[in-house]
């Protein structure tokens, strides 16, 4: 059996509707395999016809929002309005593969201690050749399934090593449903809002990354309609301690629900990993950051950053056009080329 009467693709555009036609035109392409809830909080505009033609087909839901609506509001809302047994969230600008999708809904039902699959990924954008336009990808790099057995050990995993979100993995319905219920209660921006419903997601389960082609995803751009803002606005503003505190609230209160540990030893967890997921992100412990907020202490903290490039150097910003698990898809013999080949095709058109 597919996955056409268990999964339902939900999409969120914001910024208009060229990308949201692009979108629905992939799918259509495979004749729709699973039903697509669209939350729509465009600003107001004349939506084009081709746009209502493929909006009217009787596997798309439409939900429109003010162009104000939180991203996690719209998730709120629109998961209620879900009938199948497991979701996945994409992006307007991103393809995911439905044959793979079907695939990952095979591995959750037959893995009930899994509470998110996934596969491997790779990044698109397109450029100028003789006034042409082109198609260009790379691998984005491999990410680990996390199979530990307790709440816990994944939640320290998952953020002290943070890779990739969860929420474009394929989940149970009532789980993202919870996820992102917690994430407006909790949360008020993008960081924050990112890290915590990935990491409920791993407190009631296991995250596999299936050795599968399972999605392209487009390179350098945000269309959710959140903010990202750098670490050190948050430490300015006095924002910091209360948006972590808060965080800390709610995946205390899951884990504690979930682990044997007692709720120092959780605490304990939590502030470690966080530790380390600010030095693995940004090169620096949040001491560092706080450091430079102190106008009498900024001499000493420059000396205390170029030090520290000696021992700990930023993340590198560019990948290795060879990096990741996907390097053969534009062969023929490949097993996903064909659907390769249609992402492409439907970039350029």
């Known amino acids: 059996m597919g996955s056409q009467d268990k999964l339902t693709i939900i999409t969120t555009p914001h910024y208009g509707y060229d990308l949201l036609v692009r979108f629905l035109r992939y799918y259509e392409s495979y004749g729709f395999p699973v039903p697509i809830l669209v939350l729509d909080s465009s600003e107001d505009a004349p939506q084009p016809a081709v746009l209502q033609k493929l909006l009217a087909h009787d596997k798309i839901r439409y939900m429109k929002f003010d162009h104000g609506t939180r991203f996690e509001e719209k998730l709120v809302k629109g998961l209620i309005k879900v009938t199948t047994p497991y979701s996945v969230i994409s992006s307007e600008d991103d393809f995911f593969i439905p044959g793979s999708l079907n695939k990952a809904v095979e591995f959750m039902e037959k893995n009930k201690d899994y509470s998110v699959a996934h596969g491997k990924y790779i990044v698109f954008w397109t450029g100028d050749l003789n006034n042409k336009k082109e198609f260009k990808w790379r691998s984005i790099p491999d990410f680990k399934s996390i199979d530990l057995s307790g709440a816990a050990d994944r939640v320290f995993r998952h953020l002290?090593?943070?890779?990739i979100?969860?929420?474009?993995?394929?989940?149970?319905?009532?789980?993202?449903q919870q996820v992102w219920e917690e994430?407006?209660?909790?949360?008020?921006?993008?960081?924050?809002?990112?890290?915590?419903?990935?990491?409920?997601?791993?407190?009631?389960?296991?995250?596999?990354?299936?050795?599968?082609f399972y999605g392209a995803r487009r390179g350098n751009v945000l269309s959710t309609g959140q903010t990202l803002k750098p670490l050190i606005n948050y430490l300015n503003d006095g924002s910091y301690d209360t948006k972590y505190r808060r965080f800390k609230e709610c995946l205390?209160?899951?884990?504690?629900?979930?682990?044997?540990?007692?709720?120092?030893?959780i605490?304990?967890?939590?502030?470690?990993?966080?530790?380390?997921?600010?030095?693995?992100?940004?090169?620096?412990?949040?001491?560092?950051?706080?450091?430079?907020?102190?106008?009498?202490?900024?001499?000493?903290?420059?000396?205390?950053?170029?030090?520290?490039?000696?021992?700990?150097?930023?993340?590198?910003?560019?990948?290795?056009?060879?990096?990741?698990?996907?390097p053969s898809l534009d062969n023929p013999q490949s097993e996903f080329y064909n659907d390769f080949i249609k992402i492409k095709e439907i970039v350029l058109s």
């Open 165 to 176: 979100p969860t929420f474009s993995g394929v989940h149970r319905t009532p789980l993202l």
């Open 252 to 265: 205390l209160k899951h884990l504690l629900a979930q682990s044997p540990l007692d709720i120092k030893s």
């Open 183 to 212: 994430a407006i209660r909790y949360t008020d921006d993008l960081r924050f809002g990112e890290l915590l419903p990935s990491l409920i997601t791993l407190v009631y389960g296991k995250m596999e990354n299936l050795n599968i």
């Open 267 to 326: 605490e304990k967890v939590i502030d470690k990993a966080m530790k380390k997921n600010i030095i693995k992100s940004y090169g620096y412990p949040l001491f560092f950051f706080k450091l430079s907020n102190v106008k009498i202490l900024k001499a000493v903290y420059v000396i205390f950053k170029k030090r520290s490039q000696r021992l700990v150097p930023l993340p590198d910003s560019k990948t290795d056009e060879t990096a990741g698990s996907c």
């Open 160 to 163: 002290s090593q943070y890779e």
